[in-house]
T-cell receptor, first 112, second 112 residues
Framework: KAGVTQTPRYLIKTRGQQVTLSCSPI?????VSWYQQTPGQGLQFLFE???????NKGNFPGRFSGRQFSNSRSEMNVSTLELGDSALYLC???????????FGPGTRLLVL | DQQVKQNSPSLSVQEGRISILNCDYT??????FLWYKKYPAEGPTFLIS?????DKNEDGRFTVFLNKSAKHLSLHIVPSQPGDSAVYFC???????????FGAGTTVTVRA
């Protein structure tokens, strides 16, 4: 069974630009969560979607947004990029609960 | 403000010996705790969890201990194997929710 896929894997942007990251969950998984990982900070929760609805939201500014489509695929958008947005962005999909959460390999974003 | 802290960024242990990873949390509302393991270029994978109604949970070589009064949990790996070399993240949530708070991770190196 295919795992969680994230595209693109690597991305370079400049300050002020916007970026859209994509996540395809494991077939049948309806929950998709997004995390930001930076050195020394661990993973920080961005948001979680279930059946196209945002169920949970972390403490990130409004520049970070997301959505989920009817096929459970999810996108995350960051507008007006800042240098501090450089990070590994991880997506995870789940069938039942956080224990059954499977992570993708991440998208590494570099903001110059 | 980081609510989950892993104060040891790295740990080196000899093969066959015990690895002990520690995690402290500040939010007394947390009642569900998980450990994840992450290899380079891969997303984290779920390892073991414990709810606040227990003080110990065991799964093969992995045991998690929870001390609610001290707001402290630890992961014991016995015996340590070379394949255990990875980054280990501690995470916590309120009510087994997807909104997980992660620690910064501990890099474990198992020496032959």
């Amino acid at each position: 069974k295919a795992g969680v896929t994230q595209t693109p894997r690597y991305l370079i942007k400049t300050r002020g630009q916007q970026v859209t990251l994509s996540c395809s969950p494991i077939s049948g998984h309806r929950s998709v969560s997004w995390y930001q990982q930076t050195p020394g900070q661990g993973l920080q929760f961005l948001f979680e979607y279930f059946s196209e609805t945002q169920r949970n939201k972390g403490n990130f500014p409004g520049r970070f947004s997301g959505r989920q489509f009817s096929n459970s695929r999810s996108e995350m958008n960051v507008s007006t990029l800042e240098l501090g947005d450089s990070a590994l962005y991880l997506c995870a999909s789940s069938l039942l609960d956080p224990e059954t959460q499977y992570f993708g390999p991440g998208t590494r974003l570099l903001v110059l | 403000d980081q609510q989950v802290k892993q104060n040891s960024p790295s740990l080196s242990v000899q093969e066959g010996r015990i690895s002990i990873l520690n995690c402290d949390y500040t939010n007394s509302m947390f009642d569900y705790f998980l450990w994840y393991k992450k290899y380079p270029a891969e997303g984290p994978t779920f390892l073991i969890s414990i709810s606040s109604i227990k003080d110990k949970n065991e799964d093969g070589r992995f045991t998690v201990f929870l001390n609610k009064s001290a707001k402290h949990l630890s992961l014991h790996i016995v015996p340590s194997q070379p394949g255990d070399s990875a980054v280990y993240f501690c995470a916590a949530s309120v009510g087994n929710d997807y909104k997980l708070s992660f620690g910064a991770g501990t890099t474990v190196t198992v020496r032959a």
